[in-house]
C-alpha cells in the first residue's frame, strides 16, 4: 500500500507574472524547483492564500534566479499578480518509506527569495 504524503512545498511564494496565452502550468524559477525537489511536469497543487481558491497543475522551469512564478493559461484565472500562493508537491510513499519521510519545505518572502528551509511543520497549539 502507498500514502500520499507532502514530498515538497514552496511556502507564500508570490505570483509575478499571470499569462492566459500560454500553453498551461506554472512556471517556476529552476534554483527554486531544485530546492524543493520539485521536477519540471510534475503534478503540483497550488492553494493561493490570498483568495482561497485551490488548483492543480504541472511544474515547467523558468529562469534560474528569476525569481518567477507565473500562473499560466486557466491557471492564470486563479491569481492575480503579487498573491501569495502555497505550491505543494505530493507522492506516494510505502510504509517502509514512512518512517524516514521528510518533506522538503521552502519558505518565501515577497520577491521569492528564500527565508528558511524545513522539514518539518510545528505542532499547531491552541
Known sequence: MQTQMLKAKLHRACV???ELD???SCAIDSK???LAGIREYEQIQIYNISNGERFTT???SAEQGSQ???LNGAAA???DIGDRVIICAYAGYSEAELSSHKPKLVYLDELN???RYSDAIPVQAA
Open 16 to 18: 509575478t507574472h499571470c
Open 32 to 34: 527554486l524547483l531544485d
Open 22 to 24: 500560454y500553453e498551461g
Open 68 to 70: 518567477i512564478i507565473s
Open 58 to 60: 504541472y511544474a515547467i
Open 113 to 115: 527569495q528564500v527565508t
Open 77 to 79: 484565472h486563479k491569481a
